[in-house]
């Protein structure tokens, strides 16, 4: 056996695609059945080989109609009026067979999406059967979900997710909305359709009733058609700030509840006193996990001005070591980026912080010639004014800056028109406490980065986005209070002369 | 195991420092007016250590795939850094001898599997560990198999200066090549690091031949009684300043023994020192390590912490006995494309 020139050169082992068995192409996912689109079709291509995958159907005006048609029949003949209990065991059995199916889904999220494996794998997969169980456990407790008794489903979701994360947005999506009631048409993003097509097939094989989930494929014109459909009585989108904005333009003003989660530019604060080899790791997993593509990113690294040289050179020694590749290879740190499109605002951005007078590093690793790469990068002499430090770039770019004071430091992270997400650094509890309580962001991680749990609300101040998803809290974005009755309204005074 | 507290116990009076052994490390790194509360103090400063982000991190390296020629390689090298242990009550001369053969002949249907790097015994079985060896035995040199031997009242290290030092001498006079010795857990626990680092300090100085030459130290920490994950970084830094050559998890007679997290932190450890000093430290799990696959995730660890110039025989160990076999299986396996059996491989 000939011994490879470096251990750190880990000999090529593959996740086998054998456990898929793609179609060539794929309807549209209405009424329980796939249908053919009437938009022109589009093929889904796998970024890290640029390699065509399948035929995914287009859905037009028309086609949403039929959706969110088809959802309505089943929200007013079954699904509003099943049981809570009942609802739970659809989703314990869709979370069961998400586990059943974990590899075969897991193979197809990074073949679509260029993710590596190990993150497909032990991250998306598992979050999803989570939320499914999570929310199952829900469907019948409603009336503990903080809005009262007896709270009422909104009716039909109209629901457009991001390529980021495809199958673990769309839990996040569908979970709760059918937990609470409600019947769902969703988009996934056009460049990320293959695993919400195979979650279609596990529907059917759960015996899902025909209507509750419809999926319809599309670009940008399909989700325009279906969050502003008349008949849709709740919307919520996870995307950009731009198309976040567009939809709460459209839907003002017409009753439909609206939930957003968008982008973010996200600190991590790393003080003098932090842990400093999980804090390298926790940079690490915040600004590269995903290839960067993550709303809650870490994307502005605040250190503390008296380490950083050390913080800055142990990270350039941990980068060298990440491992950027073949998505579907067990041993891939780093995948493919999603697009060239997406690739292209990467480079643009990267080269503006350059102009502006920033520092470049890019970890040393070789890019394969077919498909969309990026290099790990760092950027250090980042100021607050930089482009660099002010707009999202979703991808694995990293922009260094410094502070002297916690209060230095809670003020430059809150500088920004985003408040997703933040991360503190420090060995000092108190200090942690006190600084998490004076930034503005909806998530706020201690000594770790981009965790996430069902049980856990997810979402944003300012820019990012309103609603919250995940939790008690993710319930209430498809919930309204019951009407008060009259003889509720008059309990409290029963009370009072009860207790007499 | 997150929380920062420190052995702390004052046991110096202000106006009287104790002044500990010149060791040439220490006063490079802390300065020439070496005392306890000076080391203390730089013990302390060192950066806390998160058990979650810790143990996280350790489970993420424990996920690499190693495969086809990178696992061969790996088998290989993992026989080659293998001190192969007995350490029982009832050891004979018997059992050292039949030690001593597998470490030579690990896999006696195929003549091209490597030999262990040592067998490491009791001190009173060194001679019998060097009569077996013969020629085989390196004494020096590069090739052959070393003799480790453990001392200083293994495994508790309850026993006074004097027995320790005379245990650590008489083995190094009878030929060991390397002293396995354990830390004061008690004197480090109760605070006083500054006992501690003398007794390694005068140890190492035991370890000195009539020539003039030093049989290497491993300093045993015993990670599984420290508790902490904050200790175990700070005892692997006094260690290693008191001159420790390795710096070893356990004794095997403590569960829990070798940790994949303990040896993480242990490697960003000598990583640091490597940082600090340009000198390269070893590390050495011990205990707890049975099969290929665990052992793999060790070599992955050390290779994406220290480096590769670590997964050498001089720079990384590890402390097993039943590790060995299930290697060869393994390694018969690559070769002839089908698993065998425990009879296929030699009990020792």
């Known amino acids: ?76 003949r079954s699904w509003s009026r099943m049981s809570g209990a009942d609802r739970g065991k659809y989703l314990f059995r869709i979370a069961r067979l998400v586990q059943e199916r974990a590899r075969e889904l897991a193979v ?72 609470a009631g409600n019947t769902v048409v969703i988009k996934p993003a056009e460049t990320t359709p293959l695993s919400a097509l195979i979650f279609a097939e596990i529907l059917q094989q759960a015996e899902l009733p025909a209507g509750v989930v419809n999926i319809v494929t599309g670009a940008g014109d399909t989700g325009a058609a279906l969050v502003n459909h008349t008949d849709v009585d709740k919307v919520a989108f996870t995307g950009s ?7 709460a333009r459209s839907t003002a003003g017409t009753g439909k509840k609206l939930t957003l989660e968008l982008g973010g530019k996200a600190a991590n604060i790393v003080f003098d006193d932090a842990p400093l080899d999980q804090a390298i790791e926790g940079i690490v997993n915040g600004i590269f996990f995903n290839q960067g593509h993550v709303c809650c990113a870490g994307s502005r690294l ?135 309580d004076s930034l503005r962001a909806g998530v706020i991680w201690a000594n770790t980065f981009n965790r996430f749990d069902p049980a856990s609300p997810f979402g944003g101040y300012k820019e990012s986005g309103y609603g919250r998803e995940g939790g008690r809290h993710g319930l209430a974005a498809y919930l309204a209070s019951a009407p008060l009755e009259p003889a509720r309204v008059a309990a409290p005074t029963a009370r009072k002369q009860l207790k007499k | ?58 489970a993420g390296l424990g996920t690499r795939s190693i495969k086809t020629s990178s696992k061969a390689w790996a088998l290989d090298t993992i026989i080659r850094m293998i001190d192969l242990t007995t350490l029982e009550g009832a050891d004979t001369p018997g059992k050292v001898r039949s030690l001593v053969a597998k470490a030579l002949t690990p ?102 031949r009539a020539d003039g030459s030093y049989a290497h130290l491993k300093v045993i920490l015993e990670t599984g009684e420290l508790n902490t994950y904050d200790n175990v970084r700070r005892a692997s830094w006094l260690a290693i300043l008191a001159g420790g050559d390795f710096i070893k998890t356990s004794t095997g007679k403590v569960a829990p023994a070798a940790t994949l997290p303990v040896t993480l932190l242990m490697l960003e450890v000598v990583r640091d020192w490597y940082r600090l000093t340009g000198e390269r430290i070893g590390v050495k799990p011990a205990g707890g390590i049975r099969t290929s696959k665990d052992a793999i995730k060790y070599l992955v660890t050390v290779a994406e912490t220290a480096g590769e110039e670590w997964l050498t025989p001089s720079l990384f160990r590890f402390g097993a006995s039943s590790l060995l076999n299930d290697v060869l299986l393994q390694r018969q396996k690559l070769t002839t494309g089908h698993y065998s059996g425990p009879d296929y491989v030699t009990v020792d």
């Open chain 1, 1 to 76: 056996m000939t011994a490879p020139d470096r251990f750190l050169d880990y000999a090529p082992a593959p996740e086998s695609t054998s456990i898929l068995h793609l179609r060539d192409s794929y309807g549209l996912f209405i009424d329980g059945e796939f249908t053919e689109g009437h938009g022109t079709p589009f093929a889904t291509i796998s970024p890290a080989t640029e390699k065509h995958i399948a035929q995914v159907a287009n859905a037009n005006a028309h086609d949403v109609d039929l959706a969110v048609a088809a959802a309505r029949r089943a929200y007013e």
């Open chain 1, 108 to 179: 197809a999220e990074s073949l679509d999406n260029g993710k590596p494996i190990k993150e497909s794998r032990d991250v998306d997969v598992p979050l999803v059967a989570a939320w499914f169980f999570y929310y199952a456990g829900w469907a019948d407790k409603l009336d503990y979900a903080g809005l009262g008794a007896n709270p009422r489903a909104l009716g039909v979701a109209a629901q457009v997710i991001p390529w980021n994360f495809p199958l673990l947005m769309l839990a996040w999506k569908i979970a709760p909305a059918l937990a």
């Open chain 1, 241 to 247: 700030t731009a198309v976040g904005r567009a939809i």
């Open chain 1, 302 to 436: 605040l250190v503390q001005e008296n380490i950083h040289d050390e913080v800055v050179d142990r990270l350039k020694a941990r980068l060298s070591t990440l491992r950027l590749g073949d998505p579907l290879d067990k041993n891939t740190d780093i995948g493919a980026i999603n697009s060239r499109e997406q690739l292209e605002r990467i480079r643009r951005l990267s080269d503006v912080g350059e102009a502006e007078g920033a520092e470049r590093w890019t970890a040393p690793c070789a890019i394969p010639e077919a498909g969309f790469w990026f290099a790990p990068t760092i950027f250090t002499g980042v100021t607050t004014s930089s482009t660099i430090a002010r707009e999202e770039i979703f991808g694995p770019v990293l922009s260094v800056l410094t502070f002297r004071t916690p209060a230095e430091a809670i003020a430059k992270a809150n500088n920004t028109p985003y408040g997703l997400s933040a991360g503190i650094w420090s060995d000092k509890g108190s200090r942690i406490l006190a600084v998490a």
């Open chain 2, 1 to 58: 195991m997150t929380s920062a507290t420190a052995p702390t116990a004052s046991v110096t009076t202000a106006d009287a420092p104790t002044v500990l052994a010149p060791a040439e490390r220490a006063i490079q790194t802390i300065g020439g007016d070496l005392t306890e509360k000076s080391l203390r103090l730089h013990l302390e400063g060192l950066p806390g250590v998160d058990a979650v982000g810790l143990e996280a991190r350790a």
């Open chain 2, 107 to 208: 896999d006696a249907t195929d003549p091209t599997t490597p030999r262990v790097a040592a067998v490491c015994v009791y001190g009173d079985m060194v001679p019998d560990a060097v009569r077996a060896l013969g020629a085989a035995h390196s004494a020096g040199r590069d090739d052959g198999v070393n003799v480790a031997a453990v001392a200083t009242a293994f495994p508790s290290g309850r026993a006074s200066l004097a027995v320790k030092l005379a245990d650590t001498r008489e083995a190094v006079a009878a030929g060991a090549d390397e002293i396995d010795m354990v830390i004061d857990r008690g004197a480090f626990l109760s605070g006083r690091v500054g006992l501690v680092f003398d007794q390694i300090v005068a140890v190492k100085e035991a370890c000195r």
